[in-house]
């Protein structure tokens, strides 16, 4: 039964004029709403109007040549975060229904699962042409911030957050060496002492970085701390600056991507290593399921580690 408040929303057509507000407020412009809906100027203009008459508030003031939301106005746009969230996940309920011919799947990854997480994608969208995708991709800190918006259905973990409540999967092991220049003097050595590696140069990842977590655990287990030449932001920064001759660093045995070989870099023998961790599935306790989630993460379950074996040609790791 609809209730009576709202009889006259629906009998003004309010959902479409919602769409429009929600573009518009989000772009700040009416001219940028319209030529991403596809409309005229006069028409987003207009739509605007009817619906602010029939909340009878204004929803937008402008001020010089801004457009800024009036208080009536965040409400409505808090409202419509809600309005299509539920729109959107009675439409992934129904494409279960329809055999997930339709829906959608966002997943965020760390940095290192960057070299895996497409294929996993790739088999999905093969299987299930119907559902779009999105993919993103940020360090440790950046996927917790993300977590914590709910911006995503699903998150791509080395090192999950123990402070909030997650479901878990795992997906694949994720050992974690010490990189060197293959002509390095330690390259041809076996059974390194950690404390050598504490006295060389060394290439540390940003803070926020699950890499960079992982290696500070490691010198401080051992009463170590590392002699830090470099900061530096991506993976890939600190493989350029070990080839470079700057340092040594503590990485993802896969931040060569899937091909693990590389001709100018050698992992060393440390003791100790690798220090094994696990890229993980994590959405948190309470969410809904989507249809296209719950495909996603059986696809993970059954197919992960023959996925990264079929292109590294031996044995994976299994998840468990």
Partial sequence: MVHGNIRRLIRHGMLPQLAV????ARLGSVTRA???LHLAQPTVSTQIRKLADTLELELFEQVGRKLHLTAAGQVLLEGCGELFGTFGRIEENLAALRGLKAGR???ASSTTGKYFAPRLLARFVERYPGIEVSLQIHNRQGLIDRLARNEDDLYIFSNPPDDQD???Q?????PMVVFARADHPLATRTRIDLAEIAHEP??????GSGTRMVAWEAFDRHGLEPRVRMVLSANEAVRQGILAGLGISILSRYTLGLDTEHPNLAVLDVIGFPIMRRWQLAYPVGKQIS?????????????????????LG????PAA
């Avoid at 031996?314 to 790791?317: C, S």
């Fill in 34 to 36: 319209a030529e991403a």
């Fill in 291 to 311: 249809p296209a989630m719950r495909a996603f993460m059986d696809l993970v379950r059954l197919e992960s580690t023959s996925l990264i074996q079929d292109h």
């Fill in 166 to 168: 997650l479901v878990i």
């Fill in 202 to 207: 060394f290439l540390m990842r940003e803070a």
């Fill in 314 to 317: 031996h044995e994976a790791p």
């Fill in 170 to 174: 795992p997906i694949l092991d994720n």
């Fill in 21 to 24: 507000f929600e573009s518009v």
């Fill in 105 to 107: 799947l966002r997943l």
